[in-house]
């Protein structure tokens, strides 16, 4: 089917548009096609939207509350999350569950966690600009539903996923940005505390526990 087809079928009155997810990633996903998670894991499942779909065991969809006040965006699935169809599971993810219980945060309670991309690319590379873009809808869409009042964002590709800011995770992680009336805030990316283990002040771990002590403070700020 080319994509004008497609476009003229998604856009017909009558017809229902979960029923089709157009492969051609030009035509948009529009806001408001899932009333839950549970109707767009799915079409997650079933996406050939950009060529990560070819080789994935899974799509990543998300885990955790689906109605958590934090949600927690990261870059994309590796290989455990690709096995799981989790996200954060292997030892990024491990880590990060860490990072939160150690502010009383429960990943399964008060947090939901996903990605930019729902599939892995391969070698674990950064998703080029054309797969996030692709697969986008699918994320506007969960953080639509879930509606979170606090979006972490773990490095820099999740962050120029979201908001299209291209600076570097250090110069920006840790301050509080408005986007589309949400409080987010860039932190960086635990697969890059892995690599640097020094919790000297002043070192990535270090100020990471400012970062997180700061999203808790807002967290118990707007949860009353
Ligand atoms: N890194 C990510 O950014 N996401 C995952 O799900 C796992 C590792």
Redesign the pocket.
């Known amino acids: 089917m080319n994509s004008d087809t497609q476009l003229s079928l998604f856009n017909e009155s009558n017809f229902n548009q979960k029923d089709l997810i157009p492969t051609d990633a030009k035509i948009p996903i529009p806001s408001g096609t899932y009333t839950s998670l549970t109707e767009l894991t799915p079409h997650c499942q079933n996406c050939h939207r950009c060529e990560l779909g070819e080789n994935r065991t899974h799509a990543?969809v998300g885990r955790g509350n689906p109605q958590a006040k934090i949600m927690i965006i990261?870059?994309?699935?590796?290989q455990?999350?690709d096995e799981t169809g989790?996200?954060?599971?292997?030892k990024?993810?491990q880590l990060l569950d860490k990072i939160l219980a150690s502010v009383n945060l429960s990943t399964e309670h008060d947090v939901y966690?996903c990605?930019?991309v729902k599939c892995r690319p391969p070698e674990n590379r950064v998703p080029t600009p054309e797969e996030m873009a692709a697969c986008k809808p699918y994320l506007l869409e969960q953080i639509r539903l879930v509606d979170p009042k606090i979006i972490l964002l773990?490095?820099a590709?999740?962050v120029k996923g979201i908001t299209g800011n291209k600076q570097g995770i250090t110069k920006i992680r840790g301050q509080w940005i408005d986007w589309e009336g949400r409080l987010c805030m860039p932190i960086f990316?635990?697969?890059y505390l892995l690599r640097n283990s020094s919790r000297e002040k002043g070192s990535p771990k270090w100020l990471m526990w400012q970062d997180i002590q700061a999203v808790k403070a807002k967290y118990d700020e707007v949860t009353g």
Do not use: D, K, W
């Open positions: 990543v990261g870059e994309g699935p590796g455990n999350e989790l996200p954060f599971v292997g990024s993810g966690i990605n930019i773990t490095g590709t999740a990316h635990p697969s």
